[in-house]
């Protein structure tokens, strides 16, 4: 008989609390927009210091045979791609997580934050997913590709969440947010686990980690990246629309 699930001896349930959640959006939502050189927030704390854990020792290793590695002039060392095979054996404790990203309380969460009610999360994870820099890898400043063409969707936002095992802000890989201009290094923050960042999308949104990091070999900066978009609405595009039409 044919199965259509796999399953894990163990399942370590949890769930986002809407309500709890929502709340958290509210409380950061002015600082949120009134952000400097751009819209963003930095919370930690998200899932806690134990959970954390679990997902840091639940990311996968540089030696997983589903990562891509990237080594060109704007990113090196970098391993991501992982979507490609279905997130195939990627631990179930990591899987939840990604699954709860698009889920209600947390596309939620991100309309209290950025007054957004329109916001699709992306279940495939295009250009996203865990993603990890390897020892002397680094991303040039750059700003994000602006559509889903799958979808015919805009992209409004971004998510990262980081779960190194531990991080040194001595091995760098800071995310740095640049001002429009291009001239100068606005804001840093650093890769540490349990950290959430949301960042609005824009075409001169300028970030990036562009120094090499210099963490030991037993260690990368570790991440997982989500990306939410919009429809590009028009005035007349609800005019036809309607509920339920009975016999």
């Known amino acids: 008989m044919t199965t259509y699930v796999r399953q894990t001896a163990t399942l370590d349930a949890w769930w986002f609390d809407r309500d ?57 060392a ?31 969460f991100l309309a209290a934050l950025t007054g957004r009610r329109d916001l699709i999360a992306d ?29 015919h969707l805009d992209r409004v936002l971004s998510v990262l969440y980081y779960v190194p095992r531990e991080w040194n802000p001595a091995w760098g890989g800071a995310l740095e947010l640049w001002d429009r201009k291009r001239s100068r290094c606005e804001v840093t923050i650093e890769p540490v686990r349990d950290r959430l960042v949301v960042m609005a999308y824009g075409d001169d949104h300028w970030h990036g980690h562009p120094s090499p990091v210099r963490c030991p070999d037993d260690h990368v900066r570790a991440v997982i990246a989500a990306h939410y978009y919009a429809a590009r609405a028009r005035p007349e595009d609800d005019d036809d629309a309607h509920g339920a039409v009975w016999a």
């Open 123 to 151: 279940p495939h994870f295009t250009g996203a997913g865990p993603l990890a820099t390897l020892p002397g890898g680094h991303l040039a400043l750059h700003t994000d590709f602006n559509r889903d063409s799958a979808r």
């Open 20 to 76: 709890a959640l929502a709340g958290l959006g509210r409380a950061h939502a002015a600082a949120y927009a009134a952000a400097q050189p751009y819209p963003h927030v930095v919370i930690d704390g998200l899932l806690g210091d134990a959970r954390s854990a679990l997902l840091a020792d639940a990311f996968p290793p540089p030696a997983h045979p589903g990562w891509k590695r990237r080594d060109y002039a704007e990113q090196s």
């Open 78 to 108: 970098r391993l991501g791609q992982l979507q490609r095979s279905g997130f195939d054996d990627v631990a179930p404790a990591l899987r939840w997580l990604l699954a709860e990203l698009c889920g209600m309380a947390f596309v939620d």
